[in-house]
């Protein structure tokens, strides 16, 4: 099928409808009974190729066809509300939430997470990444390792990393997990 026929085919079922095409087509009202009627299509001929022409002419003056292109083609680009730059609006709110969700959060939490590790001292009780919970028995601000006590009654001790030290358990806590 032709370019123009496609187009003439997707003119008809815009203007007149599927039906109204095939009652044409078909010639149903001219008085040959089902002969096709030359003379009916006419005027829908002339009318689409109208159409073709002015869609057309329109389209290779928005390509670069002459001034009148030029202008409709920059109506045609600055009719949003932000220009030019209004695609990059969705793209700035998604980082904005992505920032405010996800990052801030996790800065602050590391942030929590560094000062417990410099505040480490001798007889805090600790809970390790290895779920290990001991008393703090050497801890140097300087140095990576602390020493914790896991077992009171044979005096066991582990030199575990300070960044393994998960949370310093507080007495609440503590008075929590006797009740329970």
């Given at each position: 099928?032709?370019?123009?026929?496609?187009?003439?085919?997707?003119?008809?079922?815009?203007?007149?409808?599927?039906?109204?095409?095939?009652?044409?087509?078909?010639?149903?009202?001219?008085?040959?009974?089902?002969?096709?009627?030359?003379?009916?299509?006419?005027?829908?001929?002339?009318?689409?190729?109208?159409?073709?022409?002015?869609?057309?002419?329109?389209?290779?003056?928005?390509?670069?066809?002459?001034?009148?292109?030029?202008?409709?083609?920059?109506?045609?680009?600055?009719?949003?509300?932000?220009?030019?730059?209004?695609?990059i609006l969705p793209f700035l709110l998604i980082a904005v939430l992505f920032y405010l969700m996800l990052i801030r959060p996790q800065r602050k939490k590391q942030q929590q997470h560094e000062e417990m590790m410099a505040a480490l001292k001798k007889n805090d009780r600790v809970v390790t990444a290895g779920g290990i919970i001991g008393i703090v028995t050497q801890a140097e601000k300087d140095k990576p390792e602390i020493t914790i006590r896991v077992d009171e009654n044979n005096n066991t001790r582990l030199k575990v990393m300070r960044s393994s030290v998960v949370r310093v358990l507080t007495g609440d806590e503590e008075k929590d997990k006797e009740d329970s």
């Open positions: 099928m032709s370019h123009l026929a496609a187009s003439l085919r997707t003119f008809y079922d815009a203007r007149f409808g599927f039906r109204r095409q095939w009652a044409l087509f078909r010639g149903s009202n001219s008085a040959g009974g089902g002969r096709r009627s030359p003379m009916r299509f006419e005027p829908l001929l002339t009318q689409a190729s109208a159409y073709l022409a002015q869609t057309h002419g329109l389209l290779a003056e928005a390509e670069g066809g002459g001034a009148a292109g030029k202008e409709a083609a920059t109506k045609e680009g600055a009719g949003g509300l932000f220009g030019d730059f209004g695609f």
